[in-house]
């Protein structure tokens, strides 16, 4: 039995398949050394070697130079990569090198370190979600049945073990039972949400919210990890970002008809094209630092229209993002409502190395933007500006302006110790015939975006799941 959980009041439009239907869309395996880090921890065969045969599997990489050994073809998921995608990109990518950073040709073959053009999860320029990739080839089986508007409200335990789970839909409560197993997969922060809600987690949180405590298991809502970003804007000298397509439309008309007859042009992206992972200084075991272009501009990373703070003038951003922040969260029950969102603290900048990394990230930035490659491009800084300039003044605007990726991962953590909510099967503690498969059993956050890493993880949870059963 597989548990998602969508709430039956939201006021969105339904959508299937997670972040993959709605996210960034970028194809990132992740750092080979903090898999490698989790198995060193405990977690035996959740190293980078363990998993890059998932890796292999989920993916559809149709490009001839690619590796063999460590790339895929076939798979459900599309992989395009952007390669000399337009002038902006081509001078971010040319700025990176000069800065000092070593460009690869194919980041996700183990590599990782170094300046791209970013990989996305697409085929012929369209989203290759786990919703077109896995389910929808799946719908017609007679083992499946997909319940939409219904909200899961526990997981039934009797004698410690998962028998089943009850859910809400259409304002009536319902019960199914399981055979062999539950399985969680509603992400991490309705995971361990749905965890607390049947009664396993922390007893003291679970006994004030009136919760029965099925298990004690303090662990559950601990470990809430993300990736703060911040960012530095800039006016372009030329009318070659996403800000000049949006304030014309010729300039839409032009870029659909890129789309609709050669499947290219911005309309095949989520407004990212070239990265940099890099070390921010020499003495760090692996790369600490993203610095991300984006050819968009605006007050945040939600400016889309003027009306949303679009900077009215050609523009671009560097996104700066600190890959391991050692600021670390929580995520609890608020009340025995299913339908209450719990309480979030990412506490993001509660450590002091956090907030110096950013300072360090975004000095690095302005000597990106320096360089002979970039720098005719740029008219001026318009965020947070060159008036800006001391660590004061710095960490001020970080303050300020810091904002979530969507990244969030670790709160069903898996590992061996005391804090520990899934062991390396992904069992959870304590209560037999239930397991977690989602991006909360993630010790650490293994990239810079948690997409792909999501899909390995459900591709050996399912061959978990098969081992057992047989």
Not at 20 to 36: H, K, Q
Not at 64 to 77: Q, Y
Not at 340 to 357: C, G, K, W
Not at 362 to 370: E, G, I, K, N, T
Request: aromatic residues 8%; glycine residues 10%; proline residues 6%.
């Amino acid at each position: 039995m597989y548990v998602s959980s969508v709430p039956e009041n939201a006021e969105f439009d339904f959508v299937i398949g997670g972040c993959g239907s709605i996210n960034g869309n970028l194809f990132v395996r992740g750092d080979p050394a903090e898999y490698d880090s989790w198995r060193a921890q405990g977690c035996r065969g959740w190293g980078y070697s363990d998993l890059l045969p998932y890796f292999r599997r989920l993916e559809d990489y149709p490009y001839p130079d690619g590796d063999p050994a460590v790339r895929g073809r076939g798979g459900p998921i599309g992989v395009t990569r952007l390669d000399r995608f337009d002038e902006l990109a081509d001078a971010f990518v040319a700025a990176c090198e000069e800065t000092g950073f070593r460009q690869l040709a194919d980041y996700n073959d183990g590599s990782y370190e170094g300046t791209f053009y970013l990989q996305y999860s697409t085929r012929n320029g369209l989203r290759s979600s786990s919703s077109i990739a896995y389910l929808r080839p799946a719908q017609k089986r007679p083992n499946l049945a997909v319940l939409t508007h219904a909200t899961v409200t526990r997981v039934l335990i009797e004698d410690k073990r998962a028998t089943g789970v009850e859910f809400s839909v259409g304002g009536a409560l319902r019960q199914v039972r399981a055979r062999r197993e539950v399985v969680l997969s509603a992400g991490p922060l309705q995971s361990p949400k749905l965890l607390e809600l049947s009664g396993v987690g922390n007893g003291e949180i679970l006994q004030k919210h009136g919760v029965s405590v099925m298990h004690h298991l303090p662990g559950v809502g601990e470990n809430l990890r993300d990736h703060p970003n911040v960012r530095l804007t800039f006016e372009c000298a030329k009318p070659i970002t996403i800000n000049d397509v949006l304030r014309s439309p010729w300039l839409k008309v032009k870029e659909g008809l890129r789309f609709l007859l050669k499947r290219e042009g911005l309309l095949t992206i989520c407004s990212a094209t070239a990265q940099t992972n890099l070390r921010s200084h020499p003495g760090a075991r692996q790369p600490d630092l993203v610095l991300r272009l984006l050819p968009v501009s605006g007050k945040d990373r939600y400016a889309r229209t003027a009306r949303y703070g679009l900077d009215p003038f050609p523009g671009f951003t560097f996104g700066v993002t600190i890959l391991q922040p050692r600021s670390v969260g929580s995520l609890h029950l608020k009340s025995r409502d299913p339908l209450e969102q719990a309480s979030m603290d990412p506490r993001y900048l509660a450590h002091e190395a956090d907030a110096q990394l950013f300072i360090e990230g975004m000095r690095l930035a302005r000597r990106v933007a320096q360089t002979p490659a970039l720098k005719s491009l740029i008219v001026r800084e318009t965020r947070p500006g060159r008036e800006t300039r001391d660590d004061a003044a710095l960490l001020d605007y970080i303050r300020e302006t810091v904002q979530t990726s969507w990244h969030m991962v670790g709160t069903c953590k898996m590992g061996v110790d005391s804090s520990a909510v899934v062991d390396p099967e992904l069992r959870v503690c304590g209560i037999a015939g239930l397991r977690v498969v989602d991006s909360s059993i993630c010790p650490t956050i293994p990239s810079s975006n948690t997409n792909v890493p999501s899909l390995a993880i459900g591709e050996k949870g399912a061959d978990l799941l098969l081992e057992a059963a047989r």
